[in-house]
Each structure stands twice: as structure tokens, then as C-alpha cells.
């Protein structure tokens, strides 16, 4: 049995697609739970309509998607898991394709094809085909694009949710990686069902709304993986880490730069405010605060000139 766990907040415009793309997946040996984090719209509501198919649960305090998923986890009765957020969908095999591509390698992790819905628009997320033994905790540690971090679009064997040790972590960035490290880092086997979709829709608000706190959260999950590395001997990766949170300071600059919310002279003070920290004293780069200004508001200029000379062009 597939147990599928659809995790909820606040998605009454896509739960009942999620929903039912699980109700109706052609492998029929299944058990759909879903997760509502305390929702305050009507996603509740249109859940309790399919009652007969689904197993829902309601947790009596917000507590965020981590909490949710291990809820998940632990109700779980199947022999593999799924995770579906609720404004994702599967296409109708999927389940099947992952089953059969399982019985075919034993794998203990089946990742799917991602498709990354913006607007009308369908996009393919690629990733490596050929897998060995180190990019999932490669991808989960410092570079996400080597393979897909996030716990949605994979068939788990159970037994690797329910005893692995979670890193606790229950912000709202890299909660993804951070739930993948140590079951990543158990060296598990990995196959690709080919056939198998994940539709991800991206736009929700942590992937399209700047908030200047989101880079605590970045520093949170870098100090999270670090003490993670240091712990179990993987301190070799600290460096690539460093660079991905540097990287994530400069798009983070660029962000702000976008949204207009502060003038040039307060930006780059609160920069230097931001870097004069201890936190970055160990970092080995040049973290100057105008040198990392300047270059990520040329870079935000021209990719501006760029996208209006497009526009232009149409008319």
C-alpha cells in the first residue's frame, strides 16, 4: 500500500485539485491522508466532501509544513509514502509508474519528472538522470540543482521516514532539505520512473513575495546544516555551504534592490550592519558591503534593460 499525505494551509482555491489527483490515481492500493494545519479559509470544508476517500486530520495549533509532514508519517499504514502539497498535483499513473519502477530496481527512494506550472505555462524541471550515491545530500547540503531536494515528487519506503533523525527545524525555507538531509545521508538507492509527473505550481508566497527577514531564515538553515555536518562528519561540505549562503545574501540584496523599500544609502548601511555580525567573521570571502551593492544593482540594471528592451520589441 501508498500512503499519499497531502499537506494543508490556507489552499482552498487548489486542495480538491490535489485531492483528487490522488483519489484518482490509477494504482488503487491506497491510503490518503491529509494534513490541515489549522486553515482559517474553507479548505477544511471542501475536505470533509470527500471523507469516504480521504483520512483528514486537523491539528489543534498552527505548527507549520514539518510538523504536518511527520503527523503524516507517523498515521502512515502503507508500505511507501508520497508527499503532495495542497497547490500540486500528480498525474493520473504516477503512483503506478513509481510502484513499477520500485519492483523493478528495489530502489528505496523513486523520484518523479517535475513540471513547474507558472500561470498557463508548463515547464519541465531537469535534473541529472544518472544518480550516485552523494548528490541527494550534495543537493540538500549546497546545491539543490545537482537533484530535487524537496520531499514532494519521491515514493519513500517507509521504514526510511519513520527512523530517520530529524533535524528540528520548523521555519518556512529549506524545510524541504533540511526534513531530506539525514535520509539523504543514509545512503539510500534512487531510480527515476520516467513516466511518473509531479506538477508543482510555483507563485505561492514563499517563492514570490520579498521579505527582508528571509534571510535570517537562510542564515537559520545554514547554521542548521552546519551544526548538522559538524555532528556527523561531513565538515568537508562547510565551505560549498558558505558559498550557497553567499550566494543567497547577494539575492537577497537584489531582491531588496527590486522592491524599492529602502534608498541606495540605506541599503548598503543596513548591508554593513548585516555583515559587521560575527556570524560571517568565519566566512572566507570578501563580504565588503558597497563592492556586494554596487555589483548586484548593475547586474538588477541590466537584467531590467533587458527584459523592457523585450517588451519594447512587441510594439
Known sequence: MVSIIITLYNKDKSIRRAILSAINQTYRDIEIIVIDDCSTDDSKKICEEY????K???TEKNSGLPNSRRLGIEMAKGEFITFID??????HGAISECVNEHKRTNADIVQMKITRRISKFN??????????KNMGLDACLYNVDLFPAQCWGKLYKTE????AKYIDYDGFWGEDRIFNIPIFASNPTFAIAKNAKYNYTWGGTTSSNFDIDTLQEYKKVYQLKRDWAISYGYERYIPSMQNELVELLKYHVRQLINSCSMSDTDAINWLKNELSLSFWSSFNTNLDAR????????????????QFSKILIQF
Request: net charge positive; hydrophobic share 30%; proline share 2%.
Open 51 to 54: 471523507n469516504e476517500s480521504i
Open 160 to 163: 526510511l521516514l519513520k527512523t
Open 291 to 306: 563592492t556586494i551593492y554596487n555589483s548586484e544593482n548593475k547586474s538588477t540594471t541590466r537584467i531590467l534593460k533587458k
Open 86 to 91: 495542497a497547490d500540486d498535483y500528480l498525474n
Open 56 to 58: 483528514l486530520y486537523s
Open 123 to 132: 515547464i519541465p524541471i531537469k535534473f541529472r538522470s544518472k544518480y550516485n
